[in-house]
């Protein structure tokens, strides 16, 4: 069985949101943080966004800062809240988990991944 599932892609117009969950049920989960990712085809995985075991410390890219809230709940499940958003967002998005301990947004630092799910963004 796969330890992370993403669910909420779909095809959304630009301005429009879109909200993703991952699903970790399998997982000890205080003892994770964890990290949504987006690789658009072509181009290098990027970590956009990462939030502590405890919910407490988050980061984000700039290029999603202000548009993208990342946020965990004890039913242990990642979110990932985008608004307005842009054709450059388009992008297959994963979520990820890294031991805890300092936030980091190194794909080699994260051990599980999901499967991934696809955004896109029409203009």
């Known amino acids: 069985q796969v330890p992370l599932v993403e669910s909420g892609g779909g095809f959304v117009q630009a301005g429009g949101s879109l909200r993703l969950s991952c699903s970790a049920s399998?997982?000890?989960?205080?003892?994770?943080?964890m990290g949504w990712f987006r690789q658009p085809p072509g181009k290098e995985r990027e970590g956009i966004s990462c939030i502590t075991w405890s919910g407490d410390t988050t980061y984000y890219a700039q290029s999603v800062k202000g548009r993208f809230t990342i946020s965990r709940d004890n039913a242990k499940t990642v979110s990932l809240q985008m608004n307005s958003l842009r054709p450059e967002d388009t992008a297959m998005y994963y979520c990820?988990?890294?031991?805890?301990?300092?936030?980091?947004?190194?794909?080699?630092?994260?051990?599980?991944w999901g499967q991934g799910t696809q955004v896109t963004v029409s203009s």
């Open positions: 990820a988990t890294s031991p805890r301990g300092a936030l980091t947004r190194t794909p080699y630092d994260y051990n599980y």
């Open positions: 399998r997982l000890p989960w205080t003892d994770l943080n």
